[in-house]
């Protein structure tokens, strides 16, 4: 009578243990693929001010691209002419906005350095097709073209053609922007990002050559979050990318490829969140809900930064 009660209790057991089991693997996937979602919004969120940037540095190529008085210098190769002119351009722009944080380069129709906004000399003429891959798309094409692009630094660069009235290439115009305005808006979600290049191009981007390095990369920027940055000190497995995040002193961190004219990996951008945070980007009451800053809105419901 005994083995008879003890078969059922036996069966019994045996379900309430592959319950346990079925729940706890549930459990366990049902928090990767709610973090899974939290940091690909977060990338979204990332990708999206990049994209606002690009946008932005695009604008001001553009409208530059069609000034007649660059046109006239590049006709006469007179330097100093435009370099008053991007430079009057860039002092008005921030006696209106506030914005100091551009550069500005002409380039001629052979793809040399012509102007620029923040050297004195030393580059006229400079060479610059042999690893502008940028450059030397935006004069095949007569296009403009904007990207995060390799040159003496890492950084997003908007070109566009200048070309005279017979709409033949007469040179080039970039507007550089850094990350800066990027991790400023950043922080108002609590992300951090740390952009880094590969050490294999810094005789390249020789301008970044005495910043700091980490884990076979450098440091893309002067100013960074010095807390990720000891963090990654601290924890150099995350430059092997072995996991697709990492839990660490209550930060969530990815790394995203940044990649040369979209194309080539020339490094990394490390984003950090705070473990534990969500979006959400329902809203039932169908009203707006937006993060502000000084210069944009960005709609969490529609997903888009709006320029003010």
Do not use: C
């Not at 100091?100 to 060479?127: C, M, P, V």
């Not at 630094?153 to 033949?168: G, Y």
């Amino acid at each position: 009578m005994k083995k008879i009660y003890l078969i059922p209790i036996v069966i019994f057991s045996a379900f309430l243990l592959i319950l346990f089991v079925l729940y706890n693997r549930y459990a366990g996937y049902y928090e990767d693929e709610k973090i899974n979602s939290y940091i690909s919004k977060n990338i979204e969120i990332l990708n999206e001010n990049i994209e606002f940037e690009k946008r932005y540095a695009l604008s001001i190529s553009l409208f530059l691209s069609k000034n007649n008085k660059i046109k006239e210098a590049l006709h006469k190769e007179d330097q100093a002419e435009a370099l008053r002119e991007i430079k009057n351009f860039l002092n008005e722009l921030k006696k209106a906005t506030g914005i100091n944080n551009i550069d500005i380069q002409i380039h001629t129709k052979e793809l040399k350095a012509f102007a620029r906004s923040w050297e004195n000399g030393g580059y006229l003429g400079k060479e610059l097709s042999g690893f502008r891959k940028g450059l030397v798309l935006v004069k095949n094409s007569k296009k403009p073209f904007v990207s995060i692009e390799l040159g003496k630094r890492l950084n997003i660069k908007a070109i566009s053609p200048i070309l005279d009235k017979e709409h033949n290439f007469i040179g080039s115009i970039e507007a550089i922007v850094g990350f800066q305005n990027i991790k400023h808006r950043l922080r108002k979600f609590d992300l951090d990002i740390l952009g880094l290049l590969d050490s294999k191009f810094i005789d390249i981007a020789v301008d970044i050559r005495d910043h700091k390095r980490i884990g076979g990369y450098y440091v893309v920027e002067n100013e960074y979050p010095k807390t990720l940055f000891d963090t990654l000190k601290k924890h150099l497995e995350i430059f092997k990318k072995q996991r697709p995040y990492y839990k660490i002193d209550g930060r969530i961190i990815t790394t995203i490829p940044m990649r040369n004219v979209g194309i080539e990996d020339v490094g990394m951008i490390v984003l950090s969140m705070r473990e534990g945070g969500s979006i959400n980007i329902l809203d039932v009451t169908n009203k707006k809900i937006e993060r502000e800053n000084q210069n944009y809105t960005f709609d969490r419901k529609y997903r888009k930064v709006i320029i003010k």
